[in-house]
Structure formats: structure tokens, C-alpha cells
């Protein structure tokens, strides 16, 4: 059974940074893309990036790069986002997700972190 | 990247059937993928490589490909059914997302 949990909510100042992790069970963890989605209130989804986790390169969606960062920790099994120079722009609920791209697509999401950029 | 296009809305009668259009430059070329996303919740994947249904989605979700529309079927549709539908499809390495369809069951 594939379970992806998030950590909970944060509250970050314009301009800081934010990390999001993401703990990975089942035949996950270093054998499939994590990628990471997320959707700002009332709004869809924008997919950010994603590698797999530990051996991989990282795939970073243009819009985000410079100030995105994929990380991971094999002992915890978890995987990390880190979004940098924060804007009241990138207030959103942001989801891990299990990727296995254009043959299974996005199968396996995990519960969303809300962030919230406020001065 | 190429964009996707989907009806912010379609309503449709308990029992009846739903269709949920998503519109792309040659989308018929490369495998479409469904997600519902019901209120508070995360998305579900409920068809895969254009039609095909992940193990536990109901057999009244169908979805078909070809030319520059995929449409997303669902028949006998149950209120247990409203929620946001979106399209999505890989663009190279990127995933682009339709901009989500309301299914009303009213």
C-alpha cells in the first residue's frame, strides 16, 4: 500500500523560504519520480517539478527555477521541497505526488501542505 | 507548452450521463489522464492513458482520446460523482493541467 505523508501547515514572511517534506511507504522511495503539484485557493494545479528521490536528477519546471530545491533523505524514506524568496503569490496547498509519468500518470497523492505567504 | 482547455462547468441529471471535454493541439497524439478532486480532499486519479481505469475506480468512468479532444465519461452518474475534474498530459517533461471542470449532479 502506496501512503505519502506531508508535514503540516506553515505561515511564512514574503521572502523567506519554506520546506515541505514528504515521507514515502510502500515500493516508492527511490524507485519512483516524486513529483510536487500544488494549487493556490480557488484555483488548479501547477506542477512544479520532481526527481527521484536521492539518485535522481532533478526535473524543475522553468517558472521555478533558482528558487526550487528537491532533496531527500533515504534513511526517513522522505523526500523535501524547499521554495525559496517567497511572494503572497505562492500561497497554496502544495502536494507530493507518486509520478509514473505518461504511462501511469500522477497515481498517488499525498494529503496537501497548505502554505501562507503574509506579511 | 501547450495548453488544455476544459468547460468550467457541466451539470448533468442523477442517472445520466456526463461528458467532461479537455481540448489540446494534437492531444489525440499522447495519453490524457483524469483526476477528480472532491472539496478538502487531494486529487484521485480515475483514468489513465486515456481510458484506462486504476484499480477500485468505478466502471462508469470511462475516457477516450483522439484528434485535439479527450472527454471524460461518466454514465449513471451519482451525486456521490460531483466534484472538479481535471485533464492532464505530459508537454516533453512537464505536466500541464486542463483548468478543472465543476460537475454539478442536480
Known amino acids: 500500500q502506496v501512503q505519502l505523508v506531508q508535514s503540516g501547515a506553515e505561515v511564512k514572511k514574503p521572502g523567506s523560504s519554506v520546506k515541505v517534506s514528504c515521507k514515502a511507504s510502500?515500493?516508492?522511495?527511490?524507485?519512483?519520480?516524486i513529483s510536487w503539484v500544488r494549487q493556490a485557493p480557488g484555483q488548479g494545479f501547477e506542477w512544479m517539478g520532481g526527481?527521484?528521490?536521492?539518485?535522481?536528477?532533478?526535473n524543475y519546471a522553468q517558472k521555478f527555477q533558482g528558487r526550487l530545491t528537491f532533496t531527500a533523505d533515504e534513511s526517513s524514506t522522505s523526500a523535501y521541497m524547499e521554495l525559496s524568496s517567497l511572494t503572497s503569490d505562492d500561497t497554496a496547498v502544495y502536494y507530493c505526488?507518486?509520478?509514473?509519468?505518461?504511462?501511469?500518470?500522477?497515481?498517488?497523492w499525498g494529503q496537501g501542505t497548505l502554505v501562507t505567504v503574509s506579511p | 507548452s501547450f495548453d488544455l482547455t476544459q468547460p468550467p462547468s457541466v451539470s448533468v441529471s442523477p442517472g445520466q450521463t456526463a461528458s467532461i471535454s479537455c481540448s489540446g493541439d494534437?492531444?489525440?497524439?499522447?495519453?490524457v489522464f483524469w483526476y477528480q478532486q472532491k472539496p478538502g480532499q487531494s486529487p484521485l486519479l480515475v483514468i489513465f492513458?486515456?481510458?484506462k481505469r486504476p484499480s477500485g475506480i468505478s466502471e462508469r468512468f470511462s475516457g477516450s482520446n483522439s484528434g485535439n479532444t479527450a472527454t471524460l465519461t461518466i454514465s449513471k452518474t451519482q451525486t456521490m460523482d460531483e466534484a472538479d475534474y481535471y485533464c492532464?498530459?505530459?508537454?516533453?517533461?512537464?505536466?500541464?493541467f486542463g483548468g478543472g471542470t465543476k460537475l454539478t449532479v442536480l
Open positions: 505526488t507518486r509520478d509514473g509519468g505518461a504511462e501511469w500518470g500522477l497515481d498517488y
Open positions: 510502500g515500493r516508492t522511495f527511490g524507485t519512483y519520480v
Open positions: 526527481s527521484i528521490p536521492v539518485s535522481g536528477p532533478a
Open positions: 494534437k492531444l489525440g497524439e499522447i495519453p
Open positions: 492513458q486515456d481510458g
Open positions: 492532464q498530459a505530459w508537454d516533453t517533461n512537464s505536466a500541464v
